[in-house]
């Protein structure tokens, strides 16, 4: 047994009283008469950049724009013709150390708070937290209103051990003497291209 279920069992062990989960069908949650204009208001209240991407744009000429000194820039998306390094071919995630752009791709997005759905869709996830920049391709028709919607929808890629997490924004803290900084943990400015329907 490994040393979490030993910890876990411990725990199992000393539950005097046990409570049903609530029901959450009576839950009124938030909903928007835009769920994407809500979407691109709390994008840019938490730091992060909305561009919308036209159709027939071309998306690397505009990340090239976007980031036009950045000389490292990790993708496995096909669509991307510019990416230096494959987070799915390199030999450790210590690899991407150095990455000025990481661009991956986004299932859907939440209205109420700006997060946005990334399954694991690569082999080494690093690339979603150690990149200067981040850049997460987003279809906007793919925009829920609030959590619960969101929770709905979550589905895991078996091929990754199931791992996925939500993004809203570059990552800040204000921890310390109430000075913020940006990138303190991941990305220091993160931009959502919504694409096309």
Not at 35 to 52: A, D, K, R, S
């Amino acid at each position: 047994m490994s040393s979490k279920e030993v910890i876990l069992s411990k725990y199992r062990r000393n539950i005097k009283q046990k409570f049903d989960m609530p029901s959450l069908d009576d839950i009124k949650a938030v909903t928007y008469p835009d769920p994407l204009l809500q979407f691109t208001t709390m994008t840019e209240c938490v730091g992060g950049h909305v561009v919308e991407v036209k159709e027939g744009q071309n998306i690397n000429q505009m990340i090239k724009e976007l980031y036009p000194d950045a000389k490292e820039i990790a993708s496995n998306l096909p669509e991307i013709t510019i990416a230096t390094r494959n987070p799915d071919t390199i030999e450790s995630a210590q690899a991407l150390n150095g990455t000025d752009v990481g661009i991956i791709r986004g299932k859907f997005g939440v209205a109420e708070n700006a997060c946005i759905w990334i399954p694991q869709q690569m082999k080494e996830k690093a690339v979603c937290f150690i990149s200067e920049n981040l850049i997460i391709l987003l279809p906007k028709s793919q925009i829920v209103n609030n959590m619960h919607e969101a929770y709905k929808r979550i589905e895991f890629d078996q091929t990754y051990d199931g791992y996925g997490t939500f993004i809203s924004g570059p990552s800040k803290t204000a921890d310390i003497a109430q000075v913020l900084v940006m990138g303190a943990q991941a990305a220091r400015s993160v931009t959502v291209l919504l694409l096309p329907e």
